[in-house]
């Protein structure tokens, strides 16, 4: 049974974090989410961007060795992710001197809530033929301050600081995300941690569905990487396509301040929100 909100500890003091790490039993490692976790379509629930960024953390830690990188996030959401205590194992399913594939499973009261595999790739010097076909969004510091709290609850989205083109359009939107909190309390928190755990709010940007008439859950999260992201703010160029019966999909392209780094998509089952019986 998930905790409720006032099983969530309020937050850690000097050390605020999204996450507090409890102990760890070889590839094995026990967190606790704060209430900076906190999902905004259920109070109990952790939202799936911080928890993709602590997945990330794990992964980039198991058996790390230099020359190698991340290039692909793929996560499944199995089901309920509930907030407070929980474990994520990794282990290693296709190792190699070039190319490795790791996962990480988060579980939580005995179940299993996120399946994620990363690929890992031998890095090269390929600045000469570099090419790059996406092109740029206006940045941070040239779109308008947006606040995601008058759309969405939750303290995951409490704890962002957004902007957001003006020009942007139903299902179609450009905005930027950042936040001050680390990943993990008393623990660094490398770039491409801290971007890809905010990757999965691009559900919530484009607004082609409103979240008190409609339900749009996405089911999993796709990451491709064609280089490491570096920064603090994480860009979105984001469409939403709604299907005639019943399933969406949510797609983006990626940036920071250098420019496109990679793309997302998130597969949604949507329905109409449950009518009150108030």
């Known amino acids: 049974m998930a905790?409720?909100?006032?099983?969530?500890?309020?937050?850690?003091g000097e050390g605020q974090a999204y996450y507090q790490f409890l102990s760890r039993d070889g590839d094995t490692a026990t967190y606790r989410s704060t209430i900076h976790a906190q999902g905004a379509w259920n109070v109990g629930e952790q939202h799936m961007a911080p928890a993709t960024g602590v997945l990330t953390h794990e992964m980039l830690a198991f058996q790390a060795r230099e020359g190698v990188r991340l290039v692909r996030l793929s996560l499944d959401?199995?089901?309920?992710?509930p907030g407070g205590e929980f474990t994520v194992t990794t282990r290693m399913v296709r190792p190699g001197r070039t190319i490795e594939l790791v996962e990480s499973v988060l579980e939580a009261h005995g179940r299993t809530s996120i399946i994620a595999r990363g690929w890992?790739?031998?890095t090269g010097d390929t600045a000469a033929i570099e090419a790059v076909q996406e092109p740029g969004i206006p940045g941070p510091d040239q779109t308008a301050p947006w606040e995601?709290?008058?759309l969405w609850g939750?303290?995951?989205?409490?704890?962002?600081d957004g902007r957001r083109d003006p020009e942007s359009t139903p299902g179609h939107a450009r905005a930027w995300l950042t936040n001050s909190l680390p990943m993990v309390a008393g623990e660094d928190t490398a770039d491409v941690v801290k971007l890809l755990g905010m990757v999965d709010t691009a559900n919530g940007i484009s607004q082609a569905l409103h979240p008190s008439e409609w339900l749009f859950p996405n089911v999993d999260l796709q990451i491709h990487l064609f280089r490491e992201p570096q920064g603090q703010w994480l860009g979105y160029e984001t469409m939403q396509s709604v299907g005639a019966d019943g399933v969406g999909l949510t797609s983006s392209v990626l940036h920071d301040a250098k420019g496109p780094f990679g793309r997302a998509e998130q597969i949604l089952t949507i329905r109409p929100m449950p009518k009150s019986s108030n």
């Open 3 to 12: 905790p409720s909100p006032d099983q969530l500890p309020a937050d850690l």
């Open 77 to 81: 959401i199995i089901g309920f992710i």
């Open 120 to 122: 890992r790739l031998q």
């Open 148 to 150: 995601m709290g008058g």
């Open 154 to 160: 939750g303290g995951y989205i409490g704890s962002l």
